[in-house]
């Protein structure tokens, strides 16, 4: 018997009276508010809240703009220390219950260590947070916010300058003139009008910098497997492939977050299936860009030019060929330096950490929130099978037209109120979009971070007979309405279907669209379909074996004897390309998918 629940997400209210109760919450345990429980096994997220008898200690460790400042002065004491070294802000954070750093101020275990429990918050002015430890935030019970959404005009009117610049060899001309020269001939340049423009990301950012390509007249195109059709459609935009977008484009922008999907992403091996002359502008990620790579492209003519905001390594290197290379033009990471930006970015992560301090919810959070130790027991590895199963569900979609429909079936013995699926759900999101995207999801902002993209995500429960001890006979992922890379991943009913279990403690692979697996998510995992004949295991092992790739779980399952089946593999080490290629030769093997868990 099947009952669909709704999703919904609990909120913890505190009130004047009970907050002066708080305390900070260690890391080992969470404080019970009887009056708050509707349930026994309800789930409480945690709550970081300051004292009303005294007021908080801010540090500012980087220069921040002056309404932040202000708006943190009404409810803490904020000491302004710039330019501190390690040891001095270790020194200083055992004093602090809260700190907000730039991209210059690097946020270690050692920091948190030295905080001895007190530091609370840290807040990161602009989105990326490469520079604080996620992990030894977590694990000393501090909340990390940052502020995604102030930079958004500043980074896309960036990158339209960019464009234009480029187009136009105006840094070129410039430095032309500045030397004595008066070179018209040399720098003829290349007008925008008609032109394609592919714009690989289209989030925020990469939304605002195709309205005003349109508004260029330019022909603006889009990848991003997230990106809603109708969103895209809206502004005249057309979601295409990967592959289609760099074929076509004229123009590059890339607006992509920098993630283990989206290193490199720009390489060699992308480069030639480039349309010849193409333009590339990157105000997003310096990784994104294989940098060697880029300057072959452009001695090979295969880029005309390149107009870059960020790099690799900050600063670069002063001899760095990239940089010093005659067709391209550079800036030191000025995506987000416009007054206007500057002072947004004080103002939201000021009111994130303030929030965060009064014990409210930051949508903008972005480490995983505590639960109580005995539901992290129990639901401990179903919480890795989640996520697994999100991964694996996503890196199976292909095409342009962006995940929209998920749904999760959970199947147990356990009622409805037994079962708190809040922590399931945020981890298959986070297993969702977290591989292609800079976006860290937890508790607290998965149901946020899934609508923002417009991922709509519906839950249903399968009530079974048995024992309730086990709280998950299996749980199920569903993506609807898209097109697969691994056509035997489709099920009858067309959606991409991957269903898993734990056994003995163990994530497994169950079910591949209509196909029965069985199979330990560790490490990672090649899926082949292929005409089930003898010698078929033999053939790939060898081929694994021979590139000492180790092979840790193997699994067929098929429709009939003779015909087709999958063959489920798990590895220990990613296979190279030459050996997936000589998977994919044998001749039973109709396809193949290697899947990064």
């Given at each position: 018997m099947a009952a669909t629940t709704p999703t919904a997400t609990s909120n913890l209210l505190i009130t004047k009276k009970n907050l002066s109760s708080l305390s900070l919450i260690s890391t080992n345990k969470l404080p019970t508010f009887s009056p708050l429980h509707t349930s026994s096994r309800r789930q409480l997220f945690i709550v970081l809240s300051a004292s009303l008898n005294s007021k908080p200690t801010v540090l500012v460790a980087e220069k921040l703009g002056e309404a932040g400042i202000n708006l943190l002065k009404d409810f803490a004491n904020v000491d302004c220390s710039y330019n501190l070294s390690p040891d001095e802000l270790c020194t200083k954070i055992s004093l602090c219950d809260a700190l907000i750093v730039r991209s210059g101020t690097k946020v270690s275990r050692e920091v948190f260590e030295s905080s001895g429990g007190r530091l609370k918050v840290v807040g990161r002015a602009g989105v990326g947070i490469d520079n604080v430890d996620l992990a030894a935030a977590t694990e000393h019970g501090c909340l990390v916010v940052n502020a995604p959404t102030a930079n958004t005009i500043a980074a896309a009117e960036h990158g339209i300058a960019l464009l234009a610049a480029m187009a136009r060899n105006v840094a070129q001309a410039d430095a032309s003139v500045k030397a004595g020269k008066w070179q018209r001939n040399k720098y003829v340049g290349v007008s925008l009008v008609g032109k394609t423009l592919a714009v690989m990301g289209f989030g925020k950012v990469g939304s605002e910098v195709a309205r005003r390509a349109k508004g260029l007249g330019m022909h603006v195109i889009a990848h991003d497997p997230y990106a809603p059709a109708d969103r895209a459609r809206a502004i005249g935009v057309e979601l295409v492939s990967f592959d289609e977008a760099l074929a076509t484009a004229d123009f590059i922008s890339l607006h992509m977050p920098l993630t283990p999907a989206t290193a490199k992403i720009l390489n060699d091996e992308t480069f030639v299936k480039m349309k010849k002359g193409v333009r590339i502008v990157n105000v997003a990620r310096g990784g994104v860009i294989d940098e060697d790579a880029l300057v072959r492209a452009l001695d090979a003519g295969i880029v005309a030019q390149a107009a870059l905001d960020v790099f690799t390594v900050e600063p670069p290197p002063?001899?760095?060929?990239?940089?010093?290379?005659?067709?391209?033009?550079?800036?030191?990471?000025?995506?987000?330096?416009?007054?206007?930006?500057?002072?947004?970015?004080?103002?939201?992560?000021?009111?994130?950490?303030?929030?965060?301090?009064?014990?409210?919810?930051a949508s903008t959070a972005v480490n995983a929130p505590m639960v109580p130790a005995e539901v992290l027991t129990e639901l401990k590895p179903f919480v890795e099978?989640?996520?697994?199963?999100?991964?694996?569900?996503?890196q199976l979609v292909s095409g342009g037209?962006?995940?929209?429909?998920?749904?999760?079936?959970?199947?147990?013995?356990?009622?409805?109120?037994?079962?708190?699926?809040?922590?399931?759900?945020?981890?298959?999101?986070?297993?969702?979009?977290?591989?292609?995207?800079?976006?860290?999801?937890?508790?607290?902002?998965?149901?946020?971070?899934?609508?923002?993209?417009?991922?709509?995500?519906?839950?249903?429960?399968?009530?079974?007979?048995?024992?309730?001890?086990?709280?998950?006979?299996?749980?199920?992922?569903?993506?609807?309405?898209?097109?697969?890379?691994?056509?035997?991943?489709?099920?009858?009913?067309?959606?991409?279907?991957?269903?898993?279990?734990?056994?003995?403690?163990?994530?497994?692979?169950?079910?591949?669209?209509?196909?029965?697996?069985?199979?330990?998510?560790?490490?990672?995992?090649?899926?082949?379909?292929?005409?089930?004949?003898?010698?078929?295991?033999?053939?790939?092992?060898?081929?694994?074996?021979?590139?000492?790739?180790?092979?840790?779980?193997?699994?067929?399952?098929?429709?009939?004897?003779?015909?087709?089946?999958?063959?489920?593999?798990?590895v220990d080490e990613q296979p190279n390309k030459e050996t997936l290629k000589k998977i994919g030769d044998i001749p039973a093997v109709e396809e193949f998918v290697f899947l990064k868990l």
């Open positions: 002063q001899d760095s060929k990239l940089v010093q290379h005659e067709r391209v033009t550079v800036t030191p990471h000025l995506g987000a330096s416009t007054m206007e930006a500057q002072e947004g970015v004080a103002i939201e992560i000021a009111e994130a950490v303030v929030g965060a301090l009064k014990g409210e919810l099978l989640a996520e697994k199963l999100g991964r694996l569900a996503v037209s962006g995940v929209k429909d998920v749904k999760v079936t959970y199947a147990s013995a356990r009622a409805p109120d037994d079962l708190d699926t809040r922590v399931l759900r945020a981890m298959i999101t986070k297993g969702l979009i977290e591989p292609i995207s800079s976006v860290f999801v937890n508790l607290v902002n998965a149901d946020f971070s899934a609508k923002q993209r417009g991922l709509r995500i519906s839950e249903e429960r399968i009530l079974q007979d048995g024992s309730p001890e086990s709280p998950l006979d299996f749980i199920q992922v569903q993506i609807a309405n898209v097109e697969s890379k691994f056509a035997s991943a489709i099920s009858e009913t067309g959606e991409i279907k991957v269903e898993g279990r734990v056994k003995d403690g163990i994530p497994h692979l169950t079910r591949v669209g209509s196909f029965e697996v069985d199979v330990s998510l560790e490490g990672s995992i090649i899926l082949c379909r292929q005409v089930d004949q003898p010698g078929m295991i033999g053939k790939v092992g060898s081929v694994l074996g021979e590139q000492n790739v180790n092979v840790s779980f193997m699994s067929v399952g098929r429709i009939a004897p003779r015909k087709q089946a999958v063959m489920a593999i798990g």
